[in-house]
């Protein structure tokens, strides 16, 4: 069974922490996704990677950065997070324009 | 750019009530055209999926056509139940383009017993 974990389904942090969301696929996939689901704005993009070490800003990528140093790991990191970043984190694989593979989601809640 | 335009919600249905959620895209060229649903506090599962003009995706009762003269891909189920609520989002990859698929802003449905 294929899957995309992420490390945590819940979390809460503190304003100005660095907070690190962490995702594995397990499915040799060359393309990562992070995105971010609020009510009523559906699925923004934060960034994209095609290949290790590889990176593209998707829609609104101010506050955040991610990493890639293996094909199967993509973590998000928010350098100081703020209440405004309270929302769900959904990671996602997939191979080509094949279809894609969401983890579970992580609610992230900043206070 | 490609994008793609879903009915807002929420849909309220009472059980056993026949279910149409529209999607319409634009796109140059060919996309693929999928139906993922995302369940309360899950991430999004892939429902069905088409990748050429008048192909019909289906699973779990649910179907959707892939009509190129009118740029649309309506899910449908004859009969809905109280476990089909959940959010549905359609989206589209475009084949040779970039890799980054584009989603609907997602619909909500509530089935009531």
């Known amino acids: 069974d294929v899957k995309v974990t992420q490390s945590s389904r819940y979390l809460v942090k503190r304003t100005g922490e660095k907070v690190f969301l962490e995702c594995v696929q397990d499915?040799?996939?060359?393309?990562m996704f992070w995105y971010r689901q609020d009510p009523g704005l559906g699925l923004r993009l934060i960034y994209f990677?095609?290949?290790?070490?590889?990176?593209e800003k998707g829609d609104i990528p101010e506050g955040y950065s991610v990493s890639r140093e293996k094909k199967e790991r993509f973590s998000l990191i928010l350098e100081s997070a703020s209440t405004n970043q309270t929302s769900m984190y959904l990671c996602?694989?997939?191979?080509?324009?094949?279809?894609?593979?969401f983890g579970q989601g992580t609610r992230l809640t900043v206070v | 750019g490609d994008s793609v335009t879903q009915m807002e919600g929420p849909v309220t249905l009472s059980e056993e009530a026949f279910l149409t959620i529209n999607c319409t895209y634009t796109?140059?060229?060919?996309?693929?055209l999928f139906w993922y649903v995302q369940y309360p506090g899950e991430g999004l599962q892939l429902l069905l999926k088409?990748?050429?003009?008048?192909d019909k995706g289906s699973n779990k009762g649910f179907e959707a056509t892939y009509r190129k003269e009118t740029t649309s891909f309506h899910l449908e189920k004859g009969s809905v139940q109280v476990s089909d609520s959940a959010v549905y989002f359609c989206?589209?990859?475009?084949?040779?383009?970039?890799?980054?698929?584009?989603f609907g802003r997602g619909t909500s449905l509530i089935v009531h017993p």
């Open positions: 996602a694989s997939n191979k080509g324009v094949a279809e894609a593979f």
């Open positions: 499915m040799d996939h060359e393309n």
């Open positions: 990677s095609y290949d290790v070490k590889m990176k």
């Open positions: 796109a140059t060229g060919y996309p693929s």
């Open positions: 088409a990748t050429k003009a008048d």
């Open positions: 989206a589209l990859y475009q084949s040779g383009g970039s890799y980054i698929p584009t």
